[in-house]
């Protein structure tokens, strides 16, 4: 209890935590304006301007500034932010430094609804592609948390962690037998890595309020992660409902990454990286580090967005590829550090 | 007594061995002439009338097909659905070059495979093989090359002359509809992503721009063209791309891919959509360019045109 306690205030130095949040900042504004100006097509500073100044004007700017980038970048910031601390939450409520958004097959089951979906309609439109992964990722998360939840003994971590490896090697395996089976190789593997290429304004109003919706109550439940983060018995001996905090938050967890994951597949690393990453300045108060790990998130993503774009124009690189190129060092030197893994 | 009675069943094994392998060659095989080809190598001793064909190549399935010789597996669906070949696969098995004992259970006289394959070594042991690097000859040389292969020269100089006559006559009926110095793009859609093809890589490339010679836009010929043949393009970088016609292939499991393109104002706005110059074909007939769906691809294509109008 003792050594808990120190650990909360002992990690969170300010001077540290303004200057990271500073250079976020920074990075965050950088990313959106040459989002903005670069990509397959360069566009000058006032050509740019012009297209902001007055967005509704139809030109041959307007229609990649704001009808193609402008959503994508919006969905980079969600889809970033969401990944991230859906991540962070995960991490928190299984008290597991590797634990992930996966861990409730949300992946597995976006992937294997889209599969069967795929192998019956044959081919669909973006938007029934969004509320089948959407649905299928509830399902999923539903059939893990009721088989690491007994009757008796009530619901605990390491079951948690078991029946959502279990499910989703299993969702997968099925997915990948009805793939060989109708040959869908291409369409869905096209879905999966395809990051946002293609996202427009749509496909974003569906998304954004789930992932608003996760961003707001995962910061009114911050407080109460950091107590259900610490240990069991603790939490309850401060007189947290824990069962029902974790219902809760796995739920917002759920909200956030379903909605992420719809939209641009599954992204290892993100809820991985950034919230190691920020917790090495935070600590683990999560009332400072959910809203972080959300922005460094976006952050995050909105970069590795803009390479996509820009590194063999006109040519759309996988977002995948890049966040592993990327991630893999960065949580290479993660690990060397050490303290906090 | 007991060295003798050794002695004389190894004589006698041996003897029955040896009646047993001098039976083996009387079964003649007619051997192909193996004519020095560029991009064909071949492995072992290729049987000029193959009965039984395992076929991986599969961009040379309908030249085998043409020529009448009977291919007996099939690797993509695209070939088995392809409306050009009929129902002339009805009977073969799916395989995959990784599919050792399934293949020698085909006891193929003859395998083609697609060069660089992974499994070569085992397929050698297997049967004789023809290892074929796609794009060395291009589409009516190789059907010469498969004519001269099988001893079928006469068939395949035959389809060509054919084909002669049929560009011809396409190219008289469209005269007057369009002008010959249009251009063309030749593109899919999968998923989020949009493809572009050039001329040696099927979807009508060949037909387009080889057979009835239409120009390629400035962009298509120096990205594509010039270089790998096909790419995927940026939506925003689309219109560098698009000529006065779009070629756009489509099928069942393709038809609403990349629908927020079509939705967006930088699809509205190209002059070949608002001319309702975009095309859409039959992925699955227009996918391979060999002789029997060259056939049919350019009375849909000229048809295409015309409805275009």
Redesign the interface.
């Known amino acids: 209890m003792n050594q808990e306690e120190t650990l909360l205030s002992r990690s969170t130095k300010p001077k540290q935590l303004w200057l990271v949040f500073f250079s976020i900042c920074l990075l965050f504004l950088a990313g959106i304006y040459l989002s903005l100006r670069f ?3 360069s566009y000058s500073h006032n050509q740019l301007m012009e297209v902001l100044q007055e967005p509704m004007v ?1 030109s ?1 700017v ?3 500034v704001v ?3 402008l959503p994508r970048i919006l969905a980079a910031l969600l889809v970033g932010a969401a990944m991230a601390q859906a991540g962070a939450i995960m991490q928190g409520v299984t008290r597991n430094a590797i634990a992930d958004p996966g861990l409730l097959g949300i992946n597995a089951g976006a992937g294997l609804a889209l599969i069967l979906a ?1 192998a019956i309609f ?5 938007s029934q592609i969004l509320l089948i992964c959407l649905l299928g990722s509830f399902l999923a998360a539903i059939l893990v948390f009721s088989l690491s939840y007994q009757a008796q003994k009530g619901y605990n971590q390491l079951r948690l962690i078991l029946s959502g490896a279990m499910v989703a090697s299993l969702f997968s395996a099925l997915g990948q037998a009805i793939t060989i089976y109708f ?2 190789s ?2 869905v593997i ?2 999966q890595a ?1 990051g946002l ?4 304004w ?2 974003l109003a569906m998304i954004a309020p789930f992932i608003v919706l996760g961003l707001i109550l995962a910061q009114l439940f911050a407080h109460q992660l950091t107590i259900l983060s610490l240990n069991e018995t603790v939490a309850k001996n401060l007189g947290q409902r824990t069962f029902l905090m974790t219902l809760l938050l796995l739920g917002i967890v759920l909200l956030q990454s379903a909605a992420a994951v719809a939209l641009v597949g599954s992204l290892s690393f993100v809820g991985l990286i950034i919230p190691h990453f920020i917790r090495m300045f935070t600590g683990k108060n999560y009332r400072i580090l959910l809203p972080l790990t959300a922005f460094a998130g976006a952050t995050f993503l909105i970069w590795v967005d803009l390479i996509c ?1 820009s590194i063999n ?4 690189t996988p977002m995948s590829a890049v966040i592993s190129i990327i991630g893999l060092p960065c949580f290479l030197w993660l690990i060397r550090k050490g303290d906090h893994l | 007594m007991k060295k003798f009675l050794a002695t004389c069943s190894l004589v006698l094994a041996f003897l029955w061995l040896a009646a047993c392998s001098s039976t083996q060659p009387s079964t003649k095989v007619e051997l192909s002439s193996m004519p020095e080809i560029e991009g064909i190598v071949y492995h072992g001793d290729i049987p000029k009338n193959p009965q039984k064909v395992v076929n991986f190549a599969y961009s040379y399935t309908g030249y085998l097909l043409q020529l009448g010789i009977d291919v007996s597996s099939y690797s993509l669906d695209l070939e088995k659905d392809s409306p050009a070949f009929g129902d002339q696969l009805k009977d073969a098995v799916q395989l995959t070059t990784a599919d050792t004992e399934a293949i020698a259970a085909q006891e193929p006289d003859v395998i083609l495979v697609f060069a660089g394959d992974d499994n070569l070594e085992t397929l050698k042991e297997i049967a004789p093989v023809i290892e074929i690097t796609y794009g060395k000859s291009d589409y009516l040389e190789m059907l010469t090359d498969v004519g001269q292969i099988f001893d079928k020269e006469k068939e395949a100089q035959a389809w060509l002359d054919q084909w002669e006559d049929k560009v011809a006559s396409a190219k008289s009926e469209l005269n007057g509809i369009i002008d010959e110095s249009t251009t063309f793009t030749v593109m899919d859609f999968f998923d989020k992503n949009i493809y572009l093809y050039g001329d040696n890589f099927g979807r009508g490339g060949e037909l387009v721009y080889k057979a009835l010679g239409f120009a390629a836009p400035a962009k298509v010929q120096e990205d594509i063209i010039s270089k790998d043949g096909w790419f995927g393009v940026s939506q925003e970088a689309l219109p560098d791309y698009i000529g006065d016609y779009a070629l756009v292939n489509v099928n069942a499991t393709t038809k609403e891919a990349a629908a927020s393109l079509k939705e967006s104002d930088i699809w509205k706005n190209l002059p070949a959509v608002q001319a309702g110059h975009v095309l859409e074909v039959d992925y699955n007939l227009f996918y391979f360019s060999d002789p029997m769906s060259l056939d049919l691809q350019i009375e849909a294509f000229v048809k295409a045109i015309k409805d275009a109008q």
């Not at chain 1, 124009?313 to 759309?316: D, G, K, L, Q, S």
């Open positions: 990509g397959a097509i139809q041959a307007q229609d990649v009808d193609l980038r795929f044959g081919s669909l439109h973006y040959d869908l291409t369409a096209g879905w395809g290429v293609q996202v427009n749509k496909m774009r124009p006109p040519v759309e």
